[in-house]
């Protein structure tokens, strides 16, 4: 029986009595090349001011089996991505210029629009592509106050204005993580102070 391909990933399946001692070459492919790049790699795609369908190849290195996709060139409008009806998991980080999004989706379907500048976690369900995370969102920390099991960002800064009746200076900059990803925060800090600033005083050791 011949050699088929995974649905998903195009990996290759061999068939039962085939490759008789070649397999090995076909098993490190699988594993260290196809595999390997459907969990870590990145493909940096230059858009011309046009459509781009991704590249799609059974068995070989192609665009779509990368985990990560990087848009860049420069745009005069929104243009769009084409990815395989196929499920698939994708981080993409829109860094054209001309400052219009980017929309990955399938041929048949909708897809999601990366917004200019953007990085994003999306999947694509097999029949079109949708919105699982935005890496670079915003967190309103007063939510915090009524949503006691938000999930923060990596990193992020927060700058407290003060208002009538609070102690807080109105260019206070605080610092919460040091990791890479930046998220800009601004939250207006209303007496009683809220559950945030006592989180944020609490982790920086600061007085009011």
């Known amino acids: 029986m011949a050699s088929t391909y ?3 990933l195009r ?11 070649i397999w090995g070459d076909t098993t490190n492919t699988n594993l260290g090349t196809l595999i390997d790049e459907a969990v870590a790699g990145v493909a940096s795609i230059t858009m011309t001011d046009a459509n781009y369908t991704l590249t799609v190849a059974d ?22 991505v084409i990815c395989p009806s196929s499920q698939k998991v994708y981080i993409v ?38 919105l699982a995370a ?3 969102s915003t967190v309103n920390p007063r939510s915090l106050a009524t949503s006691p099991w938000m999930v923060l960002p ?23 993580l ?5 998220v800009s925060v601004s939250a207006q800090i209303p007496p009683p102070l809220n559950l945030m600033w006592l989180a944020l005083r609490r982790l920086q050791g600061l007085s009011l």
């Open 6 to 8: 995974s649905s998903r």
């Open 11 to 21: 990996i290759e399946l061999i068939g039962t009595g085939e490759q008789s001692g």
């Open 59 to 80: 068995g070989a290195t192609d665009q779509s089996r990368k985990a990560v996709l990087v848009l860049t060139g420069t745009l005069s409008a929104g243009r769009n």
């Open 93 to 130: 980080k829109n860094s054209t210029t001309g400052g219009f999004a980017t929309t990955i989706k399938t041929s048949g379907g909708t897809g999601y629009a990366v917004p200019n500048g953007k990085t994003v976690l999306l999947y694509c369900d097999g029949t079109d592509v949708f």
């Open 134 to 136: 935005d890496v670079t």
């Open 154 to 176: 990596l990193s992020m800064t927060v700058a407290l204005t003060a208002t009538s009746g609070s102690r807080v200076t109105p260019t206070q900059t605080l610092s919460l």
């Open 178 to 182: 040091t990791l890479p990803q930046i």
